[in-house]
């Protein structure tokens, strides 16, 4: 039996980045001295990589980093984001963090099933929209002491107008269109009781992301599949983005990846709720 699913963008905390902008990503200017001098600016939506040198001396990859880093001043903000990598941890929590120059150092805290694991620290530097560096990991963790390093991209802003069509699995189609504007408002789902990571209604483990406003409509919305109250938003992860379109008693679910320029969407769609619960297919979508 299907349990009914509530809309993702209500069980949450949200907190507002002090620097507000596109939230494509970090940006650089060169002082060519890594450490000391102003501080860059690396708030951002980052997709990337995180590699590990085993006893063995072989390099492997250990999973694909995404989710947004938030800088105060000098400072780093607390923040969910996601390693994706099973074989070390499956999610970390960045704790603090400190900017100097384009010099970058990130305290983390990983978690493993929900257990925190290890300690992480981050220490690199930032190029342009490339944040990347040392991985250290200390704990009770298969990889504690192995060498490591990491690979972030900030993602381009989605800001914009975007139009796209909802296929279902039997090849009906239903247009969309509207705006879609990121924030530089944080959705943080919070740790439970016990310390540990929070996950969605899905199952899938709470990751922090940019607030994502929309209003998207659909021209040919007169199929009673579409909502008839647009009253809902989304969270863009790295390149990871979720849209909800509707209420809770009747919403669509946009789930999918966008490029890593920020102007194509592929992904699937569900629908909960109305006549036509439970149904779903593919959904494309351009800026």
Known sequence: MRVKARMFALPIMIYTA???CGCGGG???SN???GGGSPVNVTGNYEGTRWFVDSAGIKSLDGVVH?????????ISPSMINFMAPFCFQEARVMSGSVSGNAVTMTLRAYDDGSEAAGITLTGKLSGNVLSGKVDIAGANQCS???GDFALTAVGSITGNWTGTLTSS????LELSGPLTQTGTIMSFPLDNYGYIGYDVFGNPAVDGFAVNHTLTSPTGTSACFPSTNAAGGRIAGTHLLIDIGTNEHFIRLDGHVLMQGNSFDGTYAIYGGSCDGQGGTVKMKR
């Open 18 to 20: 002090l620097f507000l």
């Open 27 to 29: 940006t650089s200017t």
């Open 170 to 173: 039997i090849g009906e189609t």
């Open 67 to 75: 989710g947004p880093i938030i800088q105060t001043g000098a400072s």
């Open 145 to 147: 002491g192995l060498p």
């Open 32 to 34: 060519g001295s890594g």
